[in-house]
């Protein structure tokens, strides 16, 4: 199968890469390579390549600076999305769309299924979910959403954040109020190449690992795995200003994706899998370090 990833260099994006590289024929473009807000651009890539897999990892993800550029947001973020699905349908490709947690309003008090009614709360997540909207010019489309992804080549995370606190001693400030269900970037890959496999129903789906925990939580259970003082900083929410509001519960159910045959490990699985790559990858770079190479 020939696969077109877009975003290819991001956290999301380097993940679908390392996964499907060894399995398919793999086209991976970088936002350099393939700018979406130029809708000739993606037409004429699609109609090149001619993949039968599109996944679309580009994003504008800068929450705070989509309320001083919505513009860009709204480009990549949507207008990129429509061209893609309608390349996509144009080729009779199946198209893959990441979404994101942020369209909810975060008032819920129980994980949010698909059903539940998006609440947009700024530019970024209204363009989120724009871009899910138009993903379906995409007969043959998934809408997965995702949230506090970790792990891949390009991890530059907030549980990486506080992974490297955390061995370095230094206090790791973490939301104790905040709810989310972390998930990781390889996890979420096998799971779309699951539901590709298995030909499930197109449509939306939360694409998240098992459980919830707040950021506090998360935190805790990395200092249990590291053995390591524990040097969390507890933050309320509400005493944190931003710009661009945020949703406070952000869990998402995944039993939808369970009943179409694919199970997700639970967070505290993934977690425990990444902290033993994010382990070998410290201990290579000192051995490297040691040896002068």
Not at 233 to 251: D, G, L, T
Request: hydrophobic share 45%.
């Amino acid at each position: 199968m020939k696969v077109l990833i877009t975003g290819a260099t991001g956290q999301l994006g380097s993940a679908a890469h390392a996964h499907f590289a060894g399995r398919h024929d793999v086209v991976a473009l970088s936002r350099a390579a393939l700018d979406l807000s130029d809708a000739t651009a993606v037409t004429d890539r699609v109609e090149a390549e001619r993949p039968e897999l599109i996944l679309n990892c580009a994003a504008y993800t800068n929450v705070d600076g989509a309320e001083d550029h919505p513009l860009e947001a709204l480009r990549v973020n949507a207008i990129g999305v429509q061209s893609l699905a309608r390349a996509a349908a144009d080729h009779d490709a199946v198209l893959v769309h990441y979404s994101t947690d942020f369209v909810f309003d975060g008032r819920a008090a129980s994980p949010y299924v698909e059903t539940d009614a998006p609440r947009p709360q700024g530019v970024y997540a209204a363009s989120k979910l724009l871009g899910e909207w138009l993903a379906a010019a995409c007969p043959s489309a998934y809408v997965l959403r995702v949230e506090s992804l970790f792990g891949g080549p390009a991890a530059k995370s907030s549980v990486d954040k506080i992974l490297d606190a955390l061995s370095g001693g230094r206090p790791a400030p973490v939301f104790v109020d905040r709810i989310v269900s972390p998930s990781y970037v390889f996890d979420v890959v096998t799971a779309t190449e699951e539901l590709i496999a298995r030909a499930a129903p197109y449509g939306l789906y939360h694409c998240v690992n098992t459980g919830s925990a707040t950021w506090h939580e998360l935190g805790e259970a990395l200092v249990r795995r590291l053995a390591c003082s524990n040097t969390l900083q507890p933050v309320s929410f509400a005493s944190v200003s931003m710009k661009a509001v945020r949703p406070r519960y952000c869990a998402l159910s995944n039993d939808k994706l369970r009943r179409a045959g694919v199970d997700m490990p639970t967070w505290q699985n993934a977690l425990d899998r990444y902290v033993a790559r994010w382990r070998a990858r410290r201990e290579q770079g000192a051995r490297e370090l040691g040896t002068g190479e």
